[in-house]
C-alpha cells in the first residue's frame, strides 16, 4: 500500500474549488435586497420599476439555483395548447391557422418568384395564429390586474397614463425577466391523499405547512413555489376539457391569508400552481360573502400583482415533478417577448433536478 | 512544513466527486448517440421521431452545459416584438389587441357578476393576439420546410398524412424539446471587424474558422451553434426597419457548404444566427444561378430542417454576448407549446455565464 | 259642367306606359336561359362559370322585381352578429376587438402628428375582427361545398387546381353577383300552426305546397325562395342561445326531394331559410340510415351548391314577413366583396313591399 | 272616328293613380322631417338616436327612389377586397384564412363523425378572417369619428358612457338602416377633364355645381351624392397599389365648406366618394395650417358624423357609372350587421338604373 501525500493547502484549495458552488446549493439563503419580514416588498423598487420581486434576482442566486440542478433531469412544466384548450370563460378564443402550406404556396400562384426555378419543389408551413394571452401555462404580467377608481396596477401605473390599444404599455409581460431560481413544488394533493383536490378547496397555510413537512422540504427566501392541487391531471393531450374535470378541479387554490404567509413571512418571489388561477374560487353561495370580505372577485391576484410585485404562475403542470417525488429543482421560465401582452402564455417552464 | 498524507483511493474519490461534473465542461465531448462524422444525422431515429438531433441531449449534456455557467450572468437574446417588427414578406402581419381593459371590463357591462359587488374596483388587462409563428426570436421546428412532389418534411412525413388544416400534424414546435446545451456564439461581424455584415454576405466555412481562432473557442459535438452578422445591432427597441436596415442585412448568411461543415464535421445539434434566415440571400441578378445550383430558394433550410433533423434558430440576438466578448455559454431555449405551430416564435432564449 | 274628351289612342297610350312595368309583377314568367323542367340547371353555363343559376337574372327580371314594392316598407332579413352569436359548432369562434378608440389613440402616443395640432381633440373609434364566414345571415358562395375524391365543387372546379391558402379561388362569395329578384316566402310554421317547427322536422314538397296554398302564394321560375321555421324567433338580440333553443329548432329543414323539386320544377334561383343550414339534420339515432341513403352528410349542400349552381340563404330572419303576411316581395342582396370568402355573412339582404 | 269624353274629376283620379309614384321622381322633393335649410340636422332626433340624417327616409322616398330605376340595370360600387389591398396606413392588416378545406377536413380527423360514412366524400371550405371594419367599400357609422375632451361622438354619444371592449356601443354600423334613395353621381372627374383629380386636389362647392351643370343633374333634398375623383380607376383587380396610384389620388376630396353646402343648403342625407376618407387631404407643408384652420385633423368627419350625423361613404366605385354617364339612380346598400363596427366594410352597394 502505498500513500500519496499532499501539501494541506492544495487540499483545501481543492475543496474551495469544489465546495464553492455547492455552498448556494446547501442551505444559505442569498441576501434579499428589498424583502422584509412580515411586510413582503410593495412598491419598493422605485417609481419606474417593472419587474418587482424578481429584482431579488442577482448572479448569485441564478448560480445557485442552477446547482440545484444535480442530475440534468428536465421536467416539462408547460400543457401543450390548442384550439380545444380549456381556459377561464372570459378570455378570448383561439384558432391555429394554416397560414402557408406546401400545396397553397404552390397552388395561390402568389409568389411566382419563389415556385419557379425550384426544382426541388421547396415550400413551407406557417400559420397565423388568433389567441389570447391568457392561455395555457402562463406568468401573469405585474400589469394584469388593476383595482381602484383610477385603474391602477403595480407601482401605481394608472389607465389614463400608460394605458392603450394595444395592451398595457407598463409592466407587460416583455418585462418579465428570464426566470431562474430555486423551485419549491408543494405538494398538496399527495398531502391530502387525493388524487386532486375537491373544487372550491381553499389551501391554507396548514396545508402547506403540512405538505412541506411530510414532503421534507423548507421554503426559502426568495424561491418559486409551485403548489399542486392535481387538476392538470385531467389536462388530456390538450386540455380539451369534455368531462368538466379541469373546471371542476380548477377552483381549489390558495386565499389571501396563504398568500400573505408566502409572501411576507417566506419571502416566496413567484408563487404558482397547476389551475388557471392560483387562488381559490368560492362556491356560487358562498360568492357574495367572500366578495364583502376580500373586496374583490380575486383578492389573491390583487395582492400579489398589484400590492406586492410577485408575479403568478398559471396551469404548471407539477404531475411529473409529483410523480417523481421531486420538490426542489431549478425553475427555469423564459416568457414570450411580445409588447403589450398581459400574460407570458403557452409556456414551457421546465425544473431542472 | 508538514504534509498532509491521505490514502489515494480517497484521493482518487475525492477528485471523481470533483471531476464528475466538471469533465464534461472541460473538454471531453459527450458521446453522440447517432452522428456520424462525415455524415451527421439524417432520418436516424426511428420512423415516428419527430425531434431530430436534438435527440443527443441526455441528462449528462444537459447538466454539463448547465455548468458552464460559472458566474449566474444571463443574457437575453430574445427580441422583442411588436406590431411594427421587421418579418420576412411572406409572413402574416399581427396586431396585439387589448382584449379587456380596465375601464372597458367596467363599460361593456358583459359581466354583471364580476363587476358589482366589487369594492376594490378591481378588473384587468387581457389581450388577443393575431400573429405569425414566424416572428422575432425563431426556432424552426422540423415542419416548417417541405420539399419534394409529396411535399414531405423531415422524417418523410408528408402532407397528405399529416397535414390539416391546422398546421402540420408531426414535428410541429410543440415537440420541440427544452434546449439545454452548450452554446457556442461564432462571431463572424468582430472578424470581419465591421459593425454587420454587409448584405448578400456569404458566410463561409473559413469565416467560421477564422473567427472562432480569432476568439479562441473551439466547436464541440451537440454544441447550439449560434453567428452574429450584426444584423441585429439595428433592432432598435422593437424592429421597426423605418430605415430599411435590417432588411438589408439580413441577406448575410451561411451558404450550404456551411452548414454541411457545422453538422457532418463538427456536429452542430441546432444552428442558429441573428438574421431571419440564417442562410445567405442572393442579391437579385445572382439568383437564378443560384436557384439552379442549389435547386432551392432556401437551400439551408432544406438540407438542416428536412434532411438532417436539425433545427433552426432565427433572430438570435447576439450583441451582448459580443459585447462582452462571451463565445462559450449554456444555451437554454424552450419554445411556446402550441399544437400544430411551424416554429417557436417570439421566444426568449437566454445564454447564461 | 265641362267634360273633357281625348282620343282613345292617346288613353291606350297612357295606360300602356303606366301598366309596362307592372304586366311582370303581375304573372308573366320572364323567360329563363338555361333552366329545364325536370333538370333544372347544373354545370350549364360554360366552362368558366362561376355564378350558377343568379346568372338567369336580367335588367327585366330585375325591374319585374323592383316593382314588386309598391309601397316601399323595408324588412330587415339580417340578424345581428357578436361574439355570442349561435353557430355551426364547426366554425371558428369570433371577436370584434377594438383597434383603436379615441383614449387609445391619445394614450398609445404612436401617431403624433394626428394627435398634437388638434384642437378639437378628435380621435376614433375602429374594430379589428376575428371571424368566420359562415355566420349570422349568410349566402353560400357556390365554392363552398365540395365532393368526390377529387374534392370538386360547382362547375368541375378542383382543390388541386383551385384550392390556395386563403379560400377557394373559384366561385367564392365575391362572384355572388347583387341579387334583386322577386321573393317568395313559405311559412311553413305558420302553416303548421306552429311558434317554430319541432327539432329533425323534415319539410317536405306537401309541406311548401300546403303552406303556398294557404298563404295564396304561386312559385314562379327564377324565384327567392325562403322557408320559414320559425327558428330564428330565439335569436334575440344576437343569437346567445344560452337556452339551447336556437340549436334545437335549427335542425328542421328540407330534404333532397323538396330541393329537387324546388329547382327541377319549380325553377328557384335562390333557396333559404331561417336556420343555419336549410336543411333537415337527422337524430341521431337516425344519422347512419340517412347518410347511407344520400351519401352525404348534408345531402341538399351537395345538390344545390355544387349539382346545380344554386346558392343558398342561411339565417335569413322572417318574423317580420311573417308577422305581417308578406309572402311575395322584391328580394335585394348584395353580398361582402371579399375575395377568398366561402359565403356572405352578416349579412343584412332586405325584403321590400 | 269616335271622341272618348269623360269626366275630368276621373281624368284627375287616373293620372293621379298613374302619377302617383313617379311624382316622386320627376322632381317633386319628399317632405323632410327634421331638415333645415341653412342649418341641415344636428342632433335632432332625440336623445337615444344612432341614426342621424337617415331617418328620413320613408316608404315613400324609398318608393320614390325605387322608381328611379327604369331599367332594371345594375352597377356595383364595391371593390374587392383581398390581403393587399389599399388602405388608410392607421387601419389594421387583414387576413383571410383557410379555416377548412376538403383535404384538411379530411386529414385532420377532429370531425371523425362527419368524415366517416360519407360516401360522397363531401367536405367543405370555411375562411377565418381577421380584417379592418375601416377597408375597402364602406359606410362610416356614426360612431366613427369622436372629439372633444370628453370624446363624444354623434348625439353626444361619450366613451366614458358608451365605449367598450368591443367597439361603441352606441351608433355602431349595425345601427344603420337599410339605404333606400336617389343617389346622385357628381363627375367632377370628369367636369376637370382628366382621369383622376390630382393629389391635394380640393373640391370645392363651384366644383360640384360646374359638374352638376354640365351632366344637367340637380341634387335634390335626401339625396345620397357620391362625388367621382376618379381615384378607383387605379384599384385594379383588388387594390394593391404597387405603383402608389390610390395614395397619390385618394387625396383629393371636398372640404368642410363644401360638406356643409351640401348639407345645410342641399339637404344631402349621405356623401361619398371613390376615396378612402371622401375629404381633402393637405399637403405635408399646409398641414399645420389647414390643423390650425380647421382644429382636426379630418375636419369633414368632424362635420359630417359627429355634428350633422350624416354618413358617410367611402370607396364607391363609380368608374362603371362614369363610363355610361348615369348620374341619377336608385343608390342601395345594406351594411353587414356586426355588432360594435365602426363602419360597414367591404361593402357592395349598387346603383340600379
Do not use: A, C, I, T
Given at each position: 500500500m502505498t500513500y500519496f501525500c499532499m501539501n494541506p493547502t492544495l487540499v483545501v484549495l481543492i475543496f474551495s474549488l469544489v465546495l464553492a458552488t455547492p455552498s448556494f446549493s446547501s442551505g444559505a439563503d442569498p441576501q434579499m435586497q428589498k424583502w422584509q419580514s412580515?411586510?413582503?416588498?410593495?412598491?419598493?423598487?422605485?417609481?419606474?420599476?417593472?419587474?418587482?420581486?424578481?429584482?431579488?434576482?442577482t448572479d448569485a442566486s441564478r448560480l445557485a439555483a442552477l446547482r440545484l440542478a444535480t442530475q440534468g433531469r428536465v421536467y416539462d412544466l408547460g400543457v401543450l395548447y390548442d384550439r380545444t384548450s380549456y381556459k377561464w370563460p372570459g378570455h378570448s378564443p383561439g384558432e391555429i391557422l394554416s397560414f402557408r402550406t406546401p400545396e397553397g404556396v404552390k397552388r395561390q400562384q402568389d409568389l411566382p418568384a419563389l415556385i419557379n426555378n425550384n426544382s426541388s419543389k421547396t415550400a413551407w408551413h406557417s400559420c397565423a395564429l388568433f389567441i389570447n394571452d391568457n392561455v395555457a401555462t402562463q406568468i401573469d404580467g405585474l400589469g394584469h390586474a388593476t383595482e381602484g377608481a383610477d385603474d391602477h396596477w403595480y407601482n401605481g401605473f394608472k389607465e389614463e397614463d400608460w394605458g392603450g390599444n394595444w395592451g398595457p404599455r407598463k409592466c407587460d409581460a416583455s418585462t418579465i425577466p428570464p426566470i431562474v431560481a430555486r423551485g419549491v413544488m408543494v405538494d398538496v394533493a399527495s398531502f391530502k391523499g387525493v388524487d386532486a383536490l375537491p373544487s372550491h378547496s381553499v389551501i391554507g397555510v396548514e396545508d402547506l405547512e403540512g405538505a412541506l413537512r411530510k414532503q421534507n422540504t423548507e421554503l426559502r427566501l426568495g424561491d418559486v413555489v409551485l403548489i399542486r392541487t392535481g387538476t392538470l391531471r385531467f389536462w388530456g393531450e390538450s386540455g380539451n376539457d369534455t368531462e368538466g374535470l379541469i373546471a371542476k378541479h380548477d377552483s381549489a387554490g390558495i386565499n389571501l391569508e396563504t398568500a400573505r404567509w408566502l409572501v411576507e413571512q417566506k419571502g416566496a418571489m413567484l408563487i404558482g400552481s397547476d389551475t388557471s388561477g392560483l387562488e381559490y374560487g368560492p362556491r356560487p353561495e358562498d360568492t357574495t360573502a367572500y366578495r364583502a370580505k376580500y373586496k374583490s372577485f380575486m383578492p389573491v391576484h390583487n395582492y400579489l400583482l398589484i400590492q406586492q410585485g410577485v408575479h403568478i404562475g398559471e396551469f404548471h403542470n407539477l404531475e411529473g415533478l409529483s410523480k417523481d417525488k421531486i420538490y426542489e429543482f431549478c425553475y427555469l421560465c423564459s416568457a414570450n417577448k411580445i409588447k403589450g401582452t398581459a400574460a407570458g402564455f403557452a409556456l414551457k417552464p421546465i425544473a431542472i433536478k
Open positions: 412580515g411586510k413582503g416588498w410593495g412598491w419598493v423598487w422605485g417609481k419606474d420599476d417593472e419587474v418587482g420581486s424578481l429584482n431579488e434576482m
